[in-house]
């Protein structure tokens, strides 16, 4: 769920290339209070997608050799970001298994974001760049995503339900994706095997 701040209808915008600017000044500003606590600061989503149609909302994922380090809450406390509170951002559920994340979002009245805090090495990270890589990879794949998310913005405009609709139909998608991985050898960028 949102803040209360952030609470409006889903309205998907066409790609703009400004969004890659804006992950970049909201990466730096993380960099300046993570230091090196954060391994890699990667701009994922759909935002992170030229040509795919998004909620104008930055998904940043921020790699971690550990999780539960106290600095990392200490360094999004000090520049006013929020933890996001519901079980759904506190874990990663890929193919029945869960993978431990946090999920903070900006202070109120600041940039629309939502910063995926991982580790380095999980398979949910490693999830959010295939995702990514192959939606930028593949005309086709990013058409049809693009066209189902439009879908279900059109009919459920709600956030709740059109999250979880899209959540239904991302396997579908990510098996194209492990193919292509296959295809491609694809290793996923800063991810350490």
Same mark, same amino acid.
């Given at each position: ?7 409006q ?5 066409a790609?703009?290339?400004?969004w ?8 730096q ?7 090196d606590v ?11 997608v030229p ?16 999780l539960?380090?106290?600095?990392i809450?200490?360094?999004?406390e000090?520049l ?6 519901? !079980?759904w ?16 979002a ?22 959010a ?6 939606l930028?990879?593949?005309?086709e ?5 693009a066209?189902l ?11 709740? !339900?059109?999250g979880?609709i899209k959540?239904a139909?991302l ?6 994706a ?9 290793i ?6």
């Amino acid at each position: 769920m949102p803040f209360e701040d952030e609470v409006q209808a889903v309205h998907l915008s066409a790609w703009r290339a400004a969004w890659e600017l804006e992950f970049e000044t909201l990466a730096q500003q993380l960099r300046g209070v993570l230091g090196d606590v954060a391994v890699a600061i990667q701009h994922v989503g759909s935002t992170a997608v030229p040509g795919l149609a998004a909620k104008d909302v930055i998904d940043a994922q921020v790699l971690v050799r550990e999780l539960h380090d106290l600095r990392i809450g200490q360094a999004f406390e000090s520049l006013g970001f929020r933890r996001r509170p519901e !079980p759904w951002n506190q874990v990663d559920s890929i193919g029945g298994v869960s993978f431990p994340k946090a999920v903070y979002a900006p202070p109120r009245g600041a940039r629309a974001a939502n910063i995926h805090v991982r580790p380095e090495n999980s398979d949910a990270t490693r999830y959010a760049l295939l995702f990514r890589d192959y939606l930028r990879a593949d005309p086709e794949a990013r058409a049809t995503w693009a066209d189902l998310k439009a879908h279900i913005a059109s009919a459920v405009p709600d956030l709740m !339900p059109y999250g979880q609709i899209k959540a239904a139909a991302l396997p579908l998608l990510m098996r194209g994706a492990e193919q292509w991985a296959d295809q491609m050898k694809w290793i996923p960028e800063g991810v350490r095997s």
